[in-house]
Nanobody, 124 residues
Framework: QVQLVESGGGVVQAGGSLRLSCVASGGASSRFSMGWFLQAPGKARVFVSS????????YYVDSVKGRFTISRDNANNAVFLQMNNLKPEDTAVYYC?????????????????WGQGTQVTVSS
């Protein structure tokens, strides 16, 4: 069983930055693809970014391209989401997810493990 713990959320003004972290334990995390998803109140969980277990492949939803960067540190079983130039519409709970694959899935149903989420609030 893999456990994922996110951190780094908070309240920031529009234009500011946050760096989300997700640490995995309980499994061979270096062989997981990792993803970030967000869920706004009353809405479905949506894809933000993913990275293959090798780190070679990464994907982003169009709305965050050029602003967010995903990275991973397999030696420390961690994945990060650097979020710059944040906008009020980025406000949501952000979830880290892990999947036994090497291609970085972009669909929530493909992920096997989920963290508890971390709140990101961007004020205008």
């Amino acid at each position: 069983q893999v456990q994922l713990v996110e951190s780094g959320g908070g309240v920031v003004q529009a234009g500011g930055s946050l760096r989300l972290s997700c640490v995995a334990s309980g499994g061979a995390s270096s062989r997981f693809s990792m993803g970030w998803f967000l869920q706004a109140p009353g809405k479905a969980r949506v894809f933000v970014s993913s990275i293959s277990w090798s780190g070679i492949k990464s994907y982003y939803v169009d709305s965050v391209k050029g602003r967010f960067t995903i990275s991973r540190d397999n030696a420390n079983n961690a994945v990060f989401l650097q979020m710059n130039n944040l906008k009020p519409e980025d406000t949501a709970v952000y979830y880290c997810a892990a999947d036994y694959s090497d291609y970085g899935p972009t669909s929530a149903y493909e992920y096997d493990y989920w963290g508890q989420g971390t709140q990101v609030t961007v004020s205008s």
